[in-house]
DNA sequence: TTAATTGTTCGATTTTGATCGAACTTATTC
DNA sequence: GAATAAGTTCGATCAAAATCGAACAATTAA
């Protein structure tokens, strides 16, 4: 029983530039968030990622991406598929997600 | 005796995103940050920001600025004067003052 | 209906970062 | 030369963040 995981997202306005630079300072988050520019029309299971991580620590992390408003998130079946809330994250911090792409890969 | 500190400023190619990053997460800094965009002229003495911190807090996020490339600090008798590496910040990540300058004062 | 898959949640640990007071250094001022 | 001023450095403490293993839930596959 129980139901499905709803994951919510926030309102971008309420995103702070604190929040957003907090987020993008960990090198692995940085490297989910790059690998998702480079397929911008990919939807991304959590285990599509080459981390040396385990699932708890990868789940932490795609939560902060969601809590900062850097990812949506729905749930596929026993899947969960992640994106890019590209053009939204773009209006709220104009150019942010362009220093990601242009960062060379770790 | 002794010689007077010498402030060491990293080369801009070697400040990687991530640190960058991770240095204007914290509130404070991004203050201190926001407060020299304002006066881009001014050289500013540590106690110059109506930040409620100890001096050894306030030198300690100043020494987090240096190493991030973000400020480069010279001696000037008995104060050290700090003011942004604008130009070289500015062309290393490109837009990235800009969203400080546009983010409404905390 | 039993396995296996996919991720979440919990509790614990470890690491990192922010913070402070006190002692210290250097330079100025008295 | 003594007192003051501006920062730094040290050591300690406290809070936040990263990390993991284990238990759990939901879904699909066998």
Redesign the pocket.
Known sequence: ?????K?QQPNMADVTLSTAM?VL??P??LAIVRTMLEQPDHEF???EFEL?????????????LRDAGLIQ?R?D?????SSLRRESFEARFPGLLDLVTNEPGS
């Open positions: 029983m129980g139901t499905t995981k994951y907090q300072a960990d692995c988050r299971a959590c285990n040396d991580l385990s699932k708890a620590t990868i789940s932490h992390h795609f939560e902060a998130t749930v079946g026993r899947r969960c598929l």
